[in-house]
């Protein structure tokens, strides 16, 4: 089964905060409220340099995913 590539999360302890889910690889939580990103993988000295490259990118999609969303309920 194919997963989307962002989700939209919530929970009860953090009643104020929506997330974000990016569920490919290099997978991480967006807390939408303060920008902070949560890293599900663990990276090398050789990865740090890819990423800080792709994951302003993902970052500002996930960003564009959670506007998409919250508009389309508007």
Do not use: G, Q
Not at 1 to 21: G, R, W
Not at 50 to 65: Q, R, W
Request: proline share 3%; aromatic share 14%.
């Amino acid at each position: 089964m194919e997963l989307p590539k962002f989700l939209i999360a919530d929970n009860s302890a953090f009643e104020d905060t929506l997330f974000v889910v990016h569920t490919e690889y290099p997978r991480f939580i967006l807390n939408v409220s303060n920008d902070e990103v949560h890293w599900f993988e663990e990276f090398d000295k050789e990865d740090e340099s890819a990423l800080e490259t792709e994951s302003t990118s993902l970052i500002e999609a996930a960003f564009t995913f959670y506007d998409t969303e919250m508009e389309s309920l508007e």
